[in-house]
């Protein structure tokens, strides 16, 4: 779950990216953040994944209060989330399996369980063919969903996306999204920042809508109370 009360963020060059900004996401939904660019959908992520600290307000993620944990315990937190970036951020040296491999083998995990596991995650994005390739020979959209397999492998309870269908088709952008609200239907918290409103309306999902920094909408779908 993720909570945010009364959260806001300034950062040095006096930018107020956040302000004041209030909710909570149950365990195994999943939501949108949306808003023009600036809004601060990225910023929110950020504080999620303890890449940025808050000005001001109180952040709960996976029932620990963001504020009480320290820098030697960010790893340890972020083993309980799974991040996906709209630049697929992959090791472009490494092949398939060993960028999808890289969080079990930070985390310890044995031979034989980071085989199985990255197997099914590939399985799960449709790329288990391609375990052996390097990812300079996939396309885009095979790029990101090696980010997703990536993302899940280490079964987090949650899952934050930061535009992961910024550089795709609408088509491939409706498979992707469609692959997040899988994973929310088997009780993964999702959290997805995207601009992409049609998409958004679409798959009838909740909404945060950000406007320079202040959440200016709640949006739930129709017959969907808080």
Sequence with gaps: ??????????????????????FEIEAGEMVFVTGHSGAGKSTLLKLISLVERPTRGQIVVNHAELGRVRRRGIAHLRRGIGMVFQDHRLLMDRSVFDNVALPLLIAGAARDEIGKRVRAALDKVGLLAREKAHPLTLSTGEQQRVGIARAIVAKPPMIIADEPTGNLDPQLSLEIMGLFAEFGAVGTTVLVASHDLLLIKRLGKRALVLDHGRLVDDFRPQGKAP
């Excluded at 945010?4 to 004041?20: C, I």
């Design 1 to 22: 779950m993720i909570r945010f009360d009364n959260v806001s963020k300034r950062y040095l060059t006096g930018l107020d990216a956040l302000a004041e900004v209030s």
